[in-house]
């Protein structure tokens, strides 16, 4: 497969993959992990192909393998042990086939595609499906372009696909009607990064459950909550970040702003299973879709008195 004609900067890389720059400046230091060209002015830029292999190392080095033992992996050993890893998160349900739902995808076949997942939204709803059976597709999708068996297109398509769904979803949903007042809750989403459509998840979750959403759509700062607060106060906060970008000091500054501003209970989405982080008590912190939607079950609907 041809690479396309994308040209990243070191900050893409750390966008997508999570791995901050200079971890990255490191990993090519004293690894020879990627050999990036430099422009002019001595600013580094990445291929599409260098891309796709910081993705590879970053999911072997989150699942456990260490970037010592990454580094010693050519292409072929490296693309083969992300497709093993990634097998053995593969659904066991023998209804559910992800390969030949790719294939129609594959040859962007909109109509065959969603013939082959909306049996599985019909007969167990959108959340349980979603759950169970998109995200895991979409996770698949992911790691097929990452190690070249997907092309970006073809990804894409994917997750466009599936993100039109979610909107139909959504779009038929109507208001709770309770005479009570309704707890809100804001999202908002910090890094650019292929969980948009679990962010589109969620938002459709919390409006099924009766929430005031507060859902803006775009990527935003970190600092926007409090702008956002002063316009239309919220009892709870749900932040989407890139699954790396859980560094300490920034749970602590969500966890600082959530007592400022008393938002009762901070949601972290799409965290990865890192027990070493300090845990803090006005935060909670979710892995996946399943894992979200239990948090939010806990939350309580009714609003400020």
Avoid at 111 to 138: C, D, T, V
Avoid at 211 to 235: A, N, Q, R
């Amino acid at each position: 497969m041809e690479d396309g004609l994308n040209v990243f900067s070191i900050k893409d890389l750390e966008n997508f993959s999570g791995i901050k720059a200079h971890t990255i400046r490191i990993w090519e230091k004293r690894y020879k992990i990627l050999e990036p060209d430099r422009t002019d002015s001595n600013i580094r830029t990445y291929s599409e192909a260098e891309l796709k292999k910081i993705l590879n190392v970053a999911y072997l080095n989150r699942n456990g393998l260490k970037i010592s033992k990454i580094a010693r992996l050519d292409e072929d050993e490296l693309t083969q042990q992300v497709m093993t890893v990634s097998s053995k998160h593969d659904n066991p349900d023998q209804d559910f086939q992800p390969g030949k739902i790719l294939m129609s995808a594959i040859r962007f076949n909109e109509e065959l595609f969603k013939e082959a997942i909306l049996p599985f939204i019909k007969f167990q709803g959108i959340e349980e499906a979603y759950s169970r059976y998109l995200f895991p597709l979409l996770e698949k999708a992911r790691i097929l372009w990452q190690t070249g068996s997907l092309s970006r297109a073809q990804e894409q398509f994917i997750r466009n696909t599936i993100k039109q769904i979610i909107i139909i979803e959504d779009s038929f949903l109507k208001p709770i009607i309770t005479g009570k007042a309704v707890a809100s809750i804001a999202m908002i989403n910090t890094s650019d990064n292929l969980t948009d459509n679990n962010f589109l998840f969620y938002k459709f979750a919390l409006k099924k459950r009766g929430f005031d959403v507060i859902f803006t759509g775009g990527i935003l700062p970190s600092s926007e909550v409090v702008e956002m607060h002063k316009i239309k106060s919220f009892d709870y906060l749900v932040v989407n970040s890139s699954a790396f970008d859980f560094a300490e000091k920034k749970i602590g500054y969500f966890s600082s702003i959530g007592k400022s501003l008393m938002i009762k209970k901070i949601i972290l989405t799409d965290s990865p299973d890192d027990h070493s982080k300090k845990s803090f008590d006005n935060l909670i912190m979710t892995k996946d879709p399943a894992g979200f939607i239990k948090a939010i079950d806990s939350l309580k609907l009714s609003g400020k008195p």
